[in-house]
Nanobody
């Protein structure tokens, strides 16, 4: 199973970025997908998750209303649209695939995800 993120970069506060995560090696449409982030010196934290069919989403309070998670099951890709970015959003962002047998259950717990991408850096300047 391989997860490959892209779309990170440097942006000014108030700007937007769209992250993508392409998944191969498992039946993408059978799995909840999540986005997590890790800032320097901090633990990895939950950002957003989306159900296998895209009908249900879950967000961390710090990003709700600013970020939007979506997926394209035909393209085996999950996205994270990030708007109104703040300097505190600076982190390495990771996508992850839900661990079976709970692969249809949406979760914010990173222990519930078994495959991870390599991460993409997002830097928001003030």
């Amino acid at each position: 199973v391989q997860l490959v993120e892209s779309g990170g970069g440097l942006v000014q506060a108030g700007g937007s970025l769209r992250l993508s995560c392409a998944v191969s090696g498992r039946t993408f449409s059978n799995y909840v997908m999540g986005w997590f982030r890790q800032a320097p010196g901090k633990e990895r934290e939950f950002v957003a998750a989306i159900s296998s069919n895209g009908d249900t989403t879950l967000y961390a309070g710090s990003v709700k209303g600013r970020f939007n998670i979506s997926r394209d099951n035909a393209e085996n890709t999950v996205y994270l649209q990030m708007n109104s970015l703040k300097p505190e959003d600076t982190a390495v962002y990771y996508c992850a695939s839900r661990r079976p047998p709970a692969n249809y259950k949406i979760s914010a717990d990173l222990r519930g995800y078994d495959y991870w991408g390599q991460g993409t850096q997002v830097t928001v300047s003030s």
